[in-house]
């Protein structure tokens, strides 16, 4: 229940809308922005409500801004917004169509009144970014006066640059106020509020940044916003990973506007971020997509048991059912441990085994292989029945597939086609194998899921006797240590090696990352936690020369 408040009416109150919306749900999305912008006005007795970024279609709307049906939907909600919302403020982010093109907007709206339109300067291009497909660039400052405040109103990764901040502040802002779609990784939360105060220490202003949350394909939105004092002083900070409305109050300390102190959340830890990024990315993809829930194959191993603990902390229980696929090379460790995991969650689970399977393949595959050594193909065998398994689960009862490979394993290519690659989202696939043991051990110390001998025994993919994965790679820290130089960083094998790791195996590896990009290719989505994940932000060509000379 939400409790109402009470306030100094003589200052401006400021509710940030740390929001999750959806994609291209014009009328849904707007339908939100209405209901909590009365909840700003009535239980928080709010000036304004700020919603973020392109909030009106969610982001990134990638190619859905070149339908022209869009850009109707937008201009009816824009209209729905005017008519219905008074006795508030609403800064809301928009795509706004022109004859020129296509601005990344936000409008200001009081009473039916456009008070101001602020258009995006910098357009990224980087990374998982590629707003210069769409959006044109726009020009000067934009302001808005509420409650005797003037606010500057700017976009995103214009705060990642001085002259916007400037424009407004030489216009006569008292205030800057964000807008923000920023994707979640490990290091953003840092980077953000060093950004925000170069801004805050070049034009003396407070500032409001306030941030999307939400997953959407492999994007995952963590909110976080916050409020920064003039003296560069972060004075309210929200949760991150939770929606709400967040109330921020300003008050005039003679002729400058100053926030009021307000509850400053306590950031997370690494593991604790890369976690709730992971069981965020899981409950959006898996619900706004629409799937009944989720089946995934349990082997015994560390990165199922994790999949499987978030899967639960993301659906519940009874969205996610379990499925052990024992061959003739699974221990009884691994059965005991994947039942166990199953049955401290309480996820529905079924053993089916894939002897029978696999014989028949090799009896029908017999003549073809005569005179051929046993090898990996037998191995891929195994992993393709167990694909094929989950595959007619996924088809009967409309659950999705989740994978679980993890990024080590994406990146050298220790991984099936068609086989533990076969489903529909891939939660591990940014986290290296290093980071898999910290989130088990993290998610442990909420509450035990993970049976401790999970954690402790060597990793293997249990597809030939006696198996380990040291027996086709090298120990994860150095592998980790060695792929973050190169996939991570672009560092080439001659930086990598002056770092102190053996050539042979940089070289080793580095082949390895090179030859299997055309696997990654065709692996699903997954949910990005790095600044480098496969895909969106590393694109390399599948046919390429490139690295035959080695070195750089």
């Known amino acids: 229940m939400t409790v109402k408040t009470v306030r100094d009416a003589s200052g401006l109150r400021l509710v940030v809308a740390q929001t999750n919306l959806l994609v291209g749900d014009i009328r849904g999305n707007v339908d939100t922005i209405i209901a909590l912008a009365e909840q700003a006005r009535d239980d928080y007795q709010a000036d ?18 070149l339908r022209a049906g869009l850009h109707e939907r937008v ?121 925000v105060t170069d801004r805050v220490r070049e034009t003396g202003l407070p500032m409001v940044y306030a941030n999307l949350i939400g997953g959407q394909d492999e994007l995952v939105f963590d909110g976080d916003s916050f409020v920064m004092a003039a003296d560069a002083r972060i004075v309210q900070r929200m949760p991150a990973f939770c929606e709400g409305l967040f109330p921020v109050d300003f008050n ?63 659906l519940g229980p009874e969205q996610v059912e379990a499925v052990m696929m024992p061959s003739r090379y699974t221990t009884d460790m691994s059965i005991e441990d994947a039942t166990e995991e199953a ?46 398994i989950l595959m007619a689960i996924s088809n009967k009862k409309r659950k999705m597939v989740l994978t679980t490979g993890n990024k080590s394993e994406m990146a050298v290519g220790y991984a099936t086609l068609y086989g533990d690659m076969a489903g529909g989202y891939d939660v591990l696939k940014d986290v290296p194998k290093t980071l898999v043991y ?27 006797p006696d198996q380990k994965d040291t027996d086709s790679l090298p120990p994860y820290d150095i592998l980790d240590a060695i792929l973050e130089m190169y996939v991570e960083q672009d560092h080439g094998v001659e930086d990598i090696v002056t770092a102190g790791y053996e050539r042979a195996t940089v070289t080793r590896v580095v082949h390895m990352v090179d030859r299997n990009e055309y696997k990654r290719r065709q692996a699903p989505p997954g949910i990005r936690i790095t600044a480098r994940a496969f895909g969106r932000d590393r694109r390399y060509p599948i046919t390429s020369g490139y690295n035959r000379q080695r070195g750089k």
């Not at 409950?283 to 997509?289: E, G, I």
């Not at 050594?373 to 393709?384: F, G, K, S, W």
């Open 48 to 65: 304004a409500v700020v919603f973020p970024e392109l909030a009106l279609t969610g982001y990134p709307p990638e190619d859905l801004l």
């Open 252 to 314: 005039r300390n003679g002729e400058a506007v100053a926030p009021q102190p307000g509850p400053v959340a306590t950031p997370l830890s690494l593991e604790a971020s890369v976690y709730h990024a992971l069981v965020l990315g899981v409950k959006d993809f898996v619900t706004k997509n629409g799937f009944a829930g989720v089946v995934l194959g349990l082997s015994g191993g560390i990165d199922s048991a994790l999949t499987l603990a978030v899967a639960v902390d993301a």
């Open 75 to 195: 201009t009816e909600g824009l209209t729905r917004l005017r008519q219905t919302l008074k006795g508030i403020t609403l800064i809301v982010g928009y795509p706004e169509q022109t004859h020129q093109g296509i601005y990344n907007a936000a409008v200001v709206i009081r009473d039916s009144k456009v008070l101001a339109n602020a258009r995006k300067h910098y357009l990224p291009n980087y990374s998982v970014f590629d707003e210069k497909r769409y959006f044109i660039p726009g020009t000067g400052g934009c302001l808005a006066e509420i409650n005797g405040v003037r606010l500057g109103i700017i976009l995103c990764e214009d705060i990642w640059y001085p002259d916007p901040a400037k424009a407004v502040q030489e216009q006569g802002a008292e205030l800057i106020v964000a807008l923000n779609a920023s994707p979640y990784h490990t290091r953003k939360a840092g980077e953000r509020e060093r950004v």
């Open 343 to 388: 049955e401290i969650l309480g996820v529905a689970n079924s053993i089916i085994p894939i002897e029978t399977l696999f014989k028949a393949f090799l009896d029908n595959l017999q003549t073809e292989f005569a005179g051929r050594p046993v090898d990996t193909t037998e191995e891929n065998i195994q992993a393709r029945c167990r694909g094929v």
């Open 438 to 464: 910290r989130l088990a051990d993290y998610r442990n110390s909420l509450g035990r899921v993970i049976p401790q001998r999970v954690i402790d025994r060597p990793p293997s993919a249990e597809l030939a």
